[in-house]
């Protein structure tokens, strides 16, 4: 049973860029899929971006290509989320979350294993 710990949230200015953390302990990710989703206000879980378990496919929901990368190092445990020029519409909770395989996907319902978010707010 894999536990997710994100961290690394806070409150930023327009056009400024963050990284997100998420600690994976309880097993290796390395057979894991994993992906990044966030909840922004009055709107359910979106997808941001997925990684393959050894880092050859990701991709992006449009809203954030160009901005936002999904990266991991399999050697800790860890992925991350570098967000870049920041915009007041990123603004959320932000989620990892894994599977048990290595099927890419955006759909929430496919991934086994989530963290409890980290919040984002970016002001303009």
């Known amino acids: 049973q894999l536990q997710l710990v994100e961290s690394g949230g806070r409150s930023v200015q327009a056009g400024d860029s963050l990284r997100l953390s998420c600690r994976v302990s309880g097993g290796s990710i390395i057979r894991s899929a994993m992906a990044w989703f966030r909840r922004t206000p009055g709107q359910e879980r979106e997808f941001v971006a997925f990684?393959?378990?050894?880092?050859?496919?990701?991709f992006e929901t449009d809203s954030v290509k160009g901005r936002f990368t999904a990266s991991r190092n399999n050697d800790v445990n860890m992925l991350y989320l570098q967000m870049n020029n920041l915009k007041p519409e990123d603004t959320g909770v932000y989620y990892c979350?894994?599977?048990?395989?290595?099927?890419?996907?955006?759909?929430?319902?496919?991934?086994?294993?989530w963290g409890q978010g980290t919040q984002v707010t970016v002001s303009s």
């Open positions: 979350a894994a599977r048990k395989s290595n099927g890419a996907t955006a759909q929430a319902d496919q991934y086994d294993y």
């Open positions: 990684i393959s378990r050894l880092s050859r496919t990701t």
